[in-house]
């Protein structure tokens, strides 16, 4: 009698447990859904207001105690601007310049005019969750600094006579944070002008007349990751120095990236479906590691000289590559500890034994050539094999067999 009983109550806890534990993995694998009910985009609970205008850490603190602002400006307790409907027609729908103090400008619908959101020598302002409708220009900043833009919902339903310009434009700002914004119908998707050190990331950009996410005027040590771009004219386009462009999925565009600068490194992006993949003009940068499919005219069309190519996968373009320059497309022969060269569809030599060819690929153009080819597709490096929500995915999985095989061992020992 006491075994059966042992046997119903590990059969119960089983029971009790299985479920538990599969919620918290259906949790890991579905974020999107748990975050989602977090968002209230009914605007019957906004305040329509009259466009919000602040200049210096004086005028914000008067504001924010007449407007009954929650927050002090302090870090740990940042100055709160949320839930209001500006429909600013001629002019400018929030405009914040010269304040250092915190703040957030958060779960926002900012419609019509010229100007969504202007900052001006602005740091530390945190600007997520708005929606910005029908503005020519929809965020400007000049002259920021430490400032985060992230989660904001960028695009034009209306056809002006004009381009609708551009949806998030950094001037001669530095060190700010482009993150999970959504723009469409633009002239200009995100903008980095004379602007050093920010990063642009997880974004998505459609449907923009001129480019997708520019990064020019003498920009540099900016980071482009994760981002894709979709059915623009030039999807990324990177002047300046020492800028990193990694990880994005460009399709559908005319030129997907344009390279003008020198000394950048272009790595693990996935480009297809566009005129041109990759366009490059400027010198000594740095390209591997990229995917270049079905491209109508050229994989990659180099001009400049002294770039670097390897381990990149040139898959069925109509043109793979064409070079009118001096660049070298590889790394050293991988018998002698080098990076070998680049993956080509249509290469027609042998493996010679270690998956580099035995003849060379050569590159149409100025004379260039691949001299160690690779035959096999070259595997993705070992840290990008298990990405976060993976590994979250596999402990939650490791954590059902360790409760499980416990049950069972209680189980049987009391049997």
């Not at 940042?78 to 400008?105: M, Q, W």
């Not at 040139?314 to 070298?328: H, L, P």
């Not at 929500?389 to 954590?399: G, N, P, R, T």
Request: charged share 20%; net charge negative.
């Amino acid at each position: 009698m006491v075994n059966n009983m042992v046997r119903e109550n590990a059969k119960k806890t089983f029971i009790f447990v299985t479920p538990v534990v599969l919620i918290l993995l259906l949790s890991l694998v579905t974020p999107g859904l748990t975050q989602a009910e977090d968002v209230d985009t009914e605007e019957n609970d906004y305040i329509i207001r009259a466009p919000i205008r602040i200049d210096g850490n004086d005028d914000f603190a008067e504001q924010a105690a007449a407007e009954g602002w929650v927050g002090d400006g302090s870090e740990g307790d940042p100055y709160i601007i949320s839930g209001y409907i500006i429909d600013s027609r001629l002019a400018t729908c929030v405009d914040i310049e010269n304040t250092s103090v915190h703040f957030k400008l958060i779960d926002n619908h900012l419609y019509g005019g010229i100007i969504g959101i202007h900052l001006v020598d602005v740091r530390n302002g945190i600007i997520s969750g708005n929606i910005v409708s029908d503005k020519r220009e929809s965020l400007v900043s000049a002259g920021s600094e430490d400032s985060s833009v992230d989660i904001n919902t960028v695009k034009s339903d209306k056809i002006y006579d004009q381009p609708p310009f551009r949806g998030i434009v950094h001037h001669r700002s530095e060190s700010n944070i482009i993150i999970d914004n959504h723009i469409s119908n633009k002239d200009t998707g995100i903008g980095l002008l004379y602007s050093n050190n920010n990063t642009v990331v997880n974004n998505t950009v459609s449907n923009c007349g001129v480019g997708g996410i520019s990064v020019i005027y003498d920009s540099h040590n900016n980071t482009i990751a994760n981002n894709t771009i979709s059915s623009t004219s030039i999807g990324l386009d990177v002047d300046g120095t020492n800028n990193t462009v990694v990880n994005n999925i460009l399709f559908d565009n005319y030129i997907s990236l344009s390279l003008r600068g020198s000394y950048n490194t272009i790595s693990k992006n996935t480009i297809s479906n566009s005129w041109r993949g990759i366009i490059i003009r400027g010198n000594n940068n740095v390209i591997y590691g990229n995917i270049l499919s079905a491209n109508t005219e050229w994989g990659i069309y180099a001009r400049g000289n002294n770039n670097l190519f390897y381990q990149n996968r040139f898959i069925d373009n109509e043109g793979q590559a064409y070079d009118e320059g001096d660049n070298r497309w590889d790394n050293g022969d991988p018998a002698e500890g080098g990076d070998g060269g680049n993956y080509w569809s249509d290469y027609e030599g042998e493996n010679r034994g270690d998956g580099i060819g035995d003849i060379s690929y050569d590159i149409e153009g100025n004379d260039n050539r691949d001299n160690y080819p690779w035959i096999i597709e070259q595997p993705e490096d070992d840290g990008d094999i298990l990405s976060d929500h993976l590994q979250l995915i596999l402990i939650a999985v490791i954590s059902i067999i360790a409760i499980l095989a416990v049950i069972f061992v209680v189980w049987r020992k009391r049997a």
